[in-house]
């Protein structure tokens, strides 16, 4: 950022939600712009204990009824909603992570 502010680079990139982050963290937000297109996709996960499937099959319950419901939206524009709607390839995740147990 700071070689995007001095003109010594026109481009950064980076996992989409890291940059998102710092744009959201920026004293001068409007002055980025995200590119629209998703390069690449960068999945997360939660980090649950080894061999506890129980565990794991509630929390991706959980997480998949989230989804399904269409929670996921408000909690979106809670985080990231200064800048903009999901993108069609997120919406798509989020269709794909609210298939039923």
Do not use: C, H
């Amino acid at each position: 950022m700071a070689a995007i502010d001095s003109g010594k680079a026109t481009a950064y990139a980076s996992d989409r939600v890291l940059l998102i982050g710092l744009l959201v963290g920026s004293k001068t937000p409007d002055a980025y712009e995200l590119a629209m297109e998703q390069f690449s996709y960068e999945p997360y996960g939660f980090m649950v204990r080894r061999n506890d499937a129980d565990f794991r099959l509630v929390a991706n319950r959980a997480l998949a009824g989230i989804y399904r419901s269409g929670d996921i939206v408000p909690i979106f524009d809670r985080w990231f909603g200064a800048i903009g709607k999901p993108t069609p390839a997120l919406m798509a995740m989020y269709l794909m992570s609210a298939m039923p147990e």
